[in-house]
């Protein structure tokens, strides 16, 4: 059974940083991306960044290009540090894992979900 565990959200004030994480289990993914969606409340679920199979290519939605970093250490763990936060960012963030080994800002796109956490940036 594949699941996956996001953790580090938090409170954090504008201007400070997160560092969320992202944890698979169940059967490997070597050949697939890895993603981050968010979203806020009254909101659709949005693409933040994502990273390609082999851990070589990023990719960031433009209202987070700058600010975030993705990273991957395997196939099954993947990081994404959030610096100069700002209220926008609030939301739920969602870990997911891609059908192809590439990442996509389409939700159809992705196989499996996180059950997500919390990241609220006070003003």
């Known amino acids: 059974q594949v699941q996956l565990v996001e953790s580090g959200g938090g409170l954090v004030q504008a201007g400070g940083s997160l560092r969320l994480s992202c944890a698979a289990s169940?059967?490997?993914?070597?050949?697939?991306?890895l993603g981050w969606f968010r979203q806020a409340p009254g909101k659709e679920r949005e693409f933040v960044a994502g990273i390609n199979w082999r851990g070589s290519s990023t990719y960031y939605a433009d209202s987070v290009k700058g600010r975030f970093t993705v990273s991957r250490t395997d196939d099954k763990n993947m990081n994404l540090q959030m610096n100069s936060l700002k209220p926008e960012d609030t939301a739920v963030y969602y870990c997911?894992?891609?059908?192809?080994?590439?990442?996509?800002?389409?939700?159809?796109?992705?196989?499996?979900w996180g059950q997500g956490t919390q990241v609220t940036v006070s003003s």
């Open positions: 169940g059967r490997t993914f070597i050949n697939n991306a």
């Open positions: 997911s894992v891609a059908k192809l080994r590439y990442p996509s800002v389409d939700l159809s796109a992705y196989d499996f």
